[in-house]
């Protein structure tokens, strides 16, 4: 059995995460527990997370951005990356490593400043692109292996939540951005 690469320590971890300024999430499996469900007319449905959308708007409410990369394409993404301000949504893009660069250029962000969470194989390369490179807890074996940090949490429960709050700690930001959201004016601006 091949030994597996190190995982980061703590402080290491803590300087990956500090250096983050946009968050990027891969749709089925990250912000979803990866099911899709089939309707008679043939329409997709998935199920996305309220605290994972608490997350995203956190991480916006401290000034990080948040972007989407999916290799699917559909409107029920493109509605739900709306409703949490996400700012870009890259949809149908089953080359996510060129999919990633194009977020960069978009974006004008450097990769050491994007956290990727994935979930699957296809995220290997994006995640070895990134300078912090997350995944849910029941991502496949092979991201595991390669990410420097693993959510407890799994995909669409909590996962995407629980990178956002690595980041708001590292920078020490999370507290505020707790106390923040209690004010009733931010709590109005947001739908979850
Ligand atoms: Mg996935």
């Given at each position: 059995m091949t030994e597996l690469p190190p995982k980061p320590n703590r402080d290491e971890l803590t300087e990956r995460a500090s250096r983050v300024r946009v968050l990027v999430f891969d749709v089925?499996?990250?912000?979803?527990?990866?099911g899709l469900y089939y309707g008679d007319g043939g329409e997709v449905m998935k199920r996305f997370d309220v605290k994972d959308g608490h997350g995203l708007v956190m991480a916006r409410h401290a000034g990080l951005r948040t972007a989407i990369l999916t290799a699917r394409s559909s409107s029920i993404v493109e509605t739900r990356g709306r409703e949490l301000g996400v700012s870009l949504i890259l949809q149908g893009r089953k080359d996510k490593t060129a999919g990633f660069r194009e977020l960069l250029t978009q974006l004008s962000v450097?990769?050491?400043?994007c956290a990727y969470m994935g979930d699957d194989v296809n995220d290997l390369g994006p995640l070895g692109l990134a300078g912090l490179s997350a995944c849910p807890a029941d991502a496949a074996p092979e991201v595991r292996q390669e990410v420097h940090y693993i959510a407890r949490n799994r995909g669409g429960h909590g996962a995407a939540r629980e990178l956002v709050e690595l980041c708001l700690r590292a920078t020490g930001q999370w507290e505020a951005t707790v106390q923040h959201m209690k004010a009733p004016e931010a709590l109005q601006a947001v739908k979850l």
């Open positions: 089925d499996g990250v912000l979803t527990d990866g450097a990769p050491e400043e």
